[in-house]
């Protein structure tokens, strides 16, 4: 009723409805906070960059900041079922340990992989925001947002996912809860121009003004070669129904005589890719790179 005329007073929506005196009232506003102790970042950047820019983090967060943790696990949420099967490849080709969830994926498989993920060592998950709703995934260290959400609601959920066993509420003493407290996960969001204003809408919907701070990359780990990555997504063309990148692409470099010239395209970016990942050490004296687009978020 409320929402068919909003001039109608609560006295008068009570005479309207068939209540009893003195009704308990159950406020289901949703009260849009994230968890205190995760550490909230955002960085932005053209789209043909994102690539390069999660690499940069997941080598970042898996190889140098591991804080004396043996392992770390990263999730990374893309809002399309493409995007999801792209970033997994070119992780995989990255050699980092990588699975992904997406719907068009059979249970038996999202299980299997999310399995995977939880049981592996130093492991990622790429999935969407749908094939990762409901589930139980614990220990979760860093969540990339490699697209904005596509609400408020969605960036809650997946910056949940960072240390879901602590609740910010619980683990928080009664009287500090203006204190500044110690961060015990992180969450980056990635953001291209065309969706700056999703984020001035999840801001206002969180009610964060200030904005979430910025996240200063370290550029020095950004190789190169990262142009071929971008077309080797581009050339790979391989269905992800199960992520298994490496034998697939075995089938199709079989015979160089049957390969199609974006087969052929695929084989040299590989071997190209295979170059820069032996000098891994690459990355500690390069220059610092200018690629990134300055942009504003006024």
């Not at 998950?125 to 860093?142: E, H, K, N």
Request: glycine share 4%.
């Amino acid at each position: 009723i409320y929402g068919y005329n909003k001039k109608i007073k609560k006295d008068n929506l009570m005479r309207l409805v068939p209540i009893r005196d003195n009704p308990s009232i159950i406020d289901l506003t949703p009260r849009h906070r994230t968890n205190q102790l995760v550490a909230q970042y955002r960085i932005l950047s053209d789209e043909d960059d994102k690539d390069t820019l999660l690499y940069s983090l997941v080598y970042s967060f898996h190889y140098q900041n591991m804080k004396g943790k043996n392992s770390v696990r990263t999730i990374v949420f893309a809002n399309t079922i493409g995007t999801v099967k792209r970033v997994s490849i070119i992780l995989q080709q990255l050699k980092f340990n990588v699975w992904c969830l997406h719907a068009q994926q059979q249970q038996k498989q999202r299980l299997k992989n999310l399995d995977r993920f939880i049981s592996g060592n130093n492991t990622i998950l790429v999935c969407s925001d749908v094939a990762a709703r409901g589930l139980d995934i614990p220990s979760i260290d860093y969540v990339i947002h490699f697209n904005v959400p596509l609400s408020a609601e969605d960036y809650i959920h997946r910056t949940g996912r960072v240390v879901r066993q602590v609740s910010s509420a619980a683990d928080i003493p009664v009287g500090d809860e203006h204190k500044e407290v110690e961060k015990k996960g992180m969450s980056v969001l990635m953001i291209s121009p065309r969706e700056v204003n999703m984020y001035h809408k999840i801001l206002s919907a969180l009610k964060i003004p200030q904005g979430i701070a910025k996240y200063n990359v370290n550029e020095r780990i950004i190789p190169m070669q990262m142009g071929d990555l971008k077309r080797l997504a581009d050339a790979a063309d391989i269905e992800l129904d199960e992520i298994n990148v490496p034998k697939k692409m075995k089938k199709h470099l079989q015979n160089d005589e049957e390969q199609t010239p974006d087969q052929q395209q695929l084989k040299v970016l590989q071997l190209k890719l295979d170059e820069m990942l032996k000098m891994r050490q690459w990355d500690i004296d390069r220059p610092k790179s200018t690629y990134l687009t300055k942009m504003r978020l006024e």
